[in-house]
């Protein structure tokens, strides 16, 4: 589903027009990656949440050469899916 799909969708459920709906989305968008960012967490609930994550430095290999590098420490952003969500798509068991 594009961006335009869901502005779509969402105005229709909302009774809005299209212009309100991509600011909503984009709103919740920029409160999501700020909230990331300070506390290290975004909860959506019912959905998942966005999570700040460290990762140690580690040995890895260079899949061209074979030669073995050091892959410096870094800190990533993942999404960890709710229980609720799964269970909406994969049935709950």
């Given at each position: 589903m594009t961006k335009t799909q869901l502005q779509t969708e969402l105005?229709?459920?909302?009774?809005?027009?299209?212009?309100?709906?991509?600011?909503?989305?984009?709103?919740?968008?920029?409160?999501?990656?700020?909230?990331?960012?300070?506390?290290?967490?975004?909860?959506?609930?019912g959905f998942g949440k966005l999570v700040k994550q460290k990762r140690k430095a580690?040995?890895?290999r260079n899949p061209a050469t074979g030669e073995a590098i050091k892959i410096p420490a870094k800190t990533v952003v993942k999404f960890r899916i709710g229980k609720a969500a799964k269970d909406a798509v994969l049935g709950a068991k």
């Open positions: 105005a229709e459920a909302t009774e809005t027009s299209r212009k309100v709906a991509g600011l909503f989305l984009d709103t919740l968008t920029s409160i999501a990656y700020r909230e990331t960012k300070r506390k290290g967490e975004f909860v959506l609930p580690r040995k890895g």
